[in-house]
């Protein structure tokens, strides 16, 4: 932030750091372990006599100069270059604590220089044993360098007490000085047998060759153990969030770790054939490849370090890309443009949006990602988001997955970083509703006006009242069923037959209630694949447009429900899609009550069975809509969901699928709503569900909600249409924002002693209550907003208020869609309507296709009795409400 940002084209800056920075540690390790090499081979020619190991170290001396003291001299210098340029904060911080370091260590660079310039160029014209001491102090001076960087190198990692005391020791000696000081120490050891390999296959004598070369096999394989051994030291070392970054920080970095050892056996597997049983023909060719190869044994090396690190390029001090946590902190008050001194754009306008986000991808992204090039690609890493996607990612950066430092700055910088990327660089159109620069889009979705038929009731003649509903007021599904199902086809509904009189009653004897699907959508598995994959979901076949319970989707009975005094049939297998094709979420269902004696229809109804594949995960997931343009899974999304669960969470879910075994979410995940029971210490589903994603959609408001559920009025299913909605309510008035939603259902696992919901709350807070502990937490599905938190039956309802965190007991008969209250055992939904559809409802595809039953009865769309409609089932006057109070207002 206090510095200009470097701007390379394409490649990211930490490329070019990782580029120089691993040939340059490969050369600098050789440089110390190369130093004892020759010294060590020097004593042993001068012992045995031998002119031609004595000629062999003198050629190998010039080899280890150029290589060491050029190659390495350049990328030494071209390492403090381009660190200066990508990191100059953390550059700055590693001159300011250690400058008595850096004095020392240049001190000792300088010994190594005269000393093996003097070892070299007097190699014939020194007394042996001066000669010798010259060697001993070039690699004395080397391994004195080698100790110190190590200490400036690993305070980067492991900082230790130095981030309370910022004292020169604390950071020097920090925790993993030593066991990085051993594994580097026998890593260059290795390293100066790799080099000899390169110069032994040149010496002219065969019997010398030969003893050099399985001379320089031995200095590899010798230290092998000691470097595993040392390795393991060096991990166990580090602190616990540093070891979890290693084993899970980046999807490639435990793959890589893994890597090590076998990479590590298999290049000493090749010294030693080399070494001892390769054709001298090919010696050279190999040891030529076994040095290269062995960058690779480096590479992971440093990979896995720097992954350790990970989000930060000094731990708890300063983030990859130069920001401080002060500076954060203050950037997501006032905004990262105004506090970045080097900035054209000061503020995001509509007017500069692209521009302001390319400036933002240079302060927070360019360090680590280029737009092109071999590493992190930023365009291959977003392909698949629009700037939701992206800015919900942005949100979330850094709280769950923290290898990636969080975003910097205001809700507006980071909706213009992900537009400039997506946009600009990724080369997608911004359409409207993307951005809250440009208003989200209102009103109403334009969708065809459907048809329907009132059914005929006569209030002087007919003597039942038949009444009927869906539980829900949506039931959502998953049409992704050769990868994974949430949800299934599986519709409740629930009607009642009222006996009309002067004391009505509720008629469960003696009748029976059937159901038919209108037509078109008698046919669902001709337009989605779950009956197909039915077994590898629920363990058994079902038949063909048969439900889960057994119930089909048209032409079948209801059953009596002796706790709820109604006939139901459940998860019936309705889907969205008609025949003719397109997309109609409100289905119609005729009821039909006989008498089951003589089968006399006694009453007939309609009701809508809504149902949408609205579900908005192609959002993040990459994808489109599967049908019509407005709904649906298709393989791109369902894919994706599948492929960041077993990148996060290590399972084998895609591999599964594509086997032909997709799975219920809810086989791992509990889930009252399905009866499963899932896996112990896993979160239940809704709340590992919301849980996650309230961690990356914070801050906002009831749009959030319309991210995933079919509710928003600009969508295709408008689900929220009851008289709620139409009086200003949102989601947030009973279930809360997002985050408290979440937090309800987690705290309820976190009291069931399920660790794993620890990491989904650590950076959520409440938005409707004060502190986590105010949130009361809640089962899913069985504890919902109390109508009697706003309703007390004697009064309409407070004008403001809110249900959260009013919930109900979590006895089924508590639940509004379940509740009957004794009042004659009608059921509130038979009179008041679904849940989030409740009279009068406002359908898009039919203002009152949803009010087929009130309409029906009393030609008013509105509850059951309403403005004084008693007669509809009472046969005498009612001078007071049976039922509430307030019913005939």
Request: charged share 20%; aromatic share 10%; net charge negative.
């Amino acid at each position: 932030m206090e510095y200009p940002v470097w701007q390379v084209a394409h490649v990211s800056t930490g490329f070019l750091v990782a580029l120089i920075s691993v040939f340059h540690v490969y050369i600098a390790h050789f440089a110390v372990g190369g130093g004892l090499f020759l010294v060590l081979t020097e004593l042993r020619a001068r012992a045995s006599g031998s002119p031609a190991m004595l000629d062999y170290v003198r050629r190998h001396t010039k080899f280890f100069l150029l290589t060491t003291m050029v190659a390495g001299g350049i990328t030494g210098v071209g390492i403090w270059f381009v660190i200066g340029l990508a990191s100059p904060e953390g550059t700055a911080l590693l001159v300011k604590s250690f400058v008595f370091g850096w004095a020392t260590e240049w001190v000792f660079f300088v010994g190594e220089i005269v000393a093996l310039l003097i070892y070299y160029y007097a190699f014939d014209r020194m007394d042996a044993r001066d000669h010798q001491i010259v060697g001993w102090l070039y690699f004395a001076f080397a391994f004195l360098s080698l100790f110190v960087i190590n200490g400036i190198v690993g305070f980067m990692l492991t900082p230790g007490d130095w981030l309370q005391t910022r004292n020169f020791w604390d950071g020097f000696f920090n925790p993993s000085f030593w066991p990085s000081l051993a594994f580097r120490t026998f890593l260059s050891l290795g390293l100066a047998g790799f080099f000899a390999l390169v110069t032994a296959p040149y010496v002219p004598d065969p019997a010398t060759r030969d003893s050099m070369m399985r001379y320089a096999g031995l200095w590899v394989a010798a230290p092998f153990v000691f470097l595993l051994a040392s390795g393991w030291w060096y991990v166990q070392a580090l602190p616990p969030a540093q070891q979890a970054m290693v084993e899970f920080g980046s999807p490639q970095t435990p793959a890589l770790v893994h890597a090590f050892i076998p990479v590590s056996l298999a290049l000493v597997a090749a010294v030693l054939f080399t070494s001892f049983a390769a054709p001298n023909g090919m010696r050279k060719f190999l040891a030529v490849s076994i040095v290269i190869c062995g960058i690779t044994q480096i590479g992971v090396f440093e990979w896995a370090r720097e992954t350790a690190r990970r989000p930060w390029v000094v731990y708890n001090e300063i983030y990859s890309n130069c920001i401080t946590p002060a500076q954060a902190a203050e950037a997501d008050e006032k905004g990262l443009l105004a506090t970045a001194r080097w900035t054209a754009n000061k503020k995001v306008t509509e007017a500069n949006m692209l521009d302001a986000g390319r400036e933002l991808f240079m302060l927070q992204c360019k360090v680590c990602h280029g737009d092109a090039g071999p590493m992190l690609d930023v365009r291959k890493k977003t392909e698949k988001y629009g700037v939701l996607g992206l800015d919900a990612q942005l949100n979330g950066q850094g709280k769950l997955r923290p290898y990636m430092p969080p975003f910097v700055g205001t809700p507006e910088e980071r909706e213009a970083l992900a537009a400039y990327v997506v946009a600009d660089l990724g080369g997608k159109s911004i359409f409207e509703g993307a951005s809250k620069i440009k208003p989200v889009k209102t009103g109403t979705a334009k969708v065809d006006q459907l048809p329907f038929e009132i059914p005929s009731f006569d209030a002087d003649k007919d003597e039942y009242v038949l009444l009927a509903w869906n539980n829900l007021g949506m039931h959502c599904i998953s049409d992704s069923d050769k990868w994974w199902i949430l949800l299934p086809p599986a519709n409740d509904l629930y009607a009642q037959l009222i006996r009309r009189g002067p004391a009505p009653e509720v008629v469960t004897e003696g009748v029976t209630l059937s159901y038919d699907v209108e037509k078109g959508f008698e046919n669902p598995s001709g337009h989605v694949d779950f009956w197909k994959h039915a077994k590898s979901f629920f363990g058994k076949e079902l038949p063909v447009n048969v439900g889960v319970s057994g119930n089909p989707v048209t032409g079948g009975k209801m059953h009596r429900s002796e706790d709820l005094g109604a006939f139901e049939a459940s998860l019936v297998p309705v889907v969205p899609y008609p025949d003719s094709g397109g997309f109609n979420p409100y289905p119609l269902f005729t009821i039909t009550a006989r008498d089951a004696a003589s089968g006399k229809v006694l009453a007939t109804t309609r009701m809508v069975a809504p149902t949408s594949t609205e579900m908005g995960c192609k959002n993040c997931h990459g994808g489109e809509w599967r049908v019509a343009g407005v709904a649906g899974f298709t393989d791109e999304t369902s894919r994706d969901v599948l492929a960041v669960h077993d990148r996060i969470n290590k399972t084998d879910l895609v591999a599964r699928a594509e086997s032909g075994n997709p799975v219920l979410c809810q086989s791992c995940h509990a889930d009252p709503v399905l009866g499963t029971k899932g896996q112990e210490g896993i979160p239940n589903f809704p709340a590992a569900l919301h849980g996650w994603h309230a961690n990356y959609l914070t801050g906002r408001g009831t749009e959030v909600c319309y991210y995933c559920h079919p509710a928003g009025a600009a969508g295709p299913t408008g689900c929220l249409r009851g008289v709620h909605a139409g009086r200003g309510l949102d989601c947030t008035d009973c279930h809360g924002y997002l985050e408290d939603h979440a937090l309800s259902l987690l705290k309820k696992d976190k009291e069931a002693g399920i660790k794993a919901v620890d990491k989904l709350m650590a950076n959520l807070t409440p938005r409707k209550v004060k502190t986590v502990a105010d949130v009361k937490a809640r089962t899913p599905w069985l504890m919902e907003p109390d109508c009697l938190s706003c309703h007390d039956h004697e009064a309409l309802p407070k004008k403001e208020g809110t249900s959260f965190n009013k919930w109900t007991s979590g006895k089924p008969g508590d639940l509004y869609r379940l509740r009957h209250d004794d009042m004659g055992a009608v059921m509130c939904e038979g009179c008041h309507g679904s849940t989030h559809a409740v009279y009068p409802a406002h359908n898009i595809y039919g203002a009152d296709r949803d009010n087929i039953v009130p309409l029906q009865h009393q030609g008013l769309a509105a509850p059951m009795g309403a403005k004084g409609n008693c007669a509809v089932c009472h046969t005498q006057e009612m001078d007071d409400s049976a039922h509430h109070p307030i019913i005939g207002q």
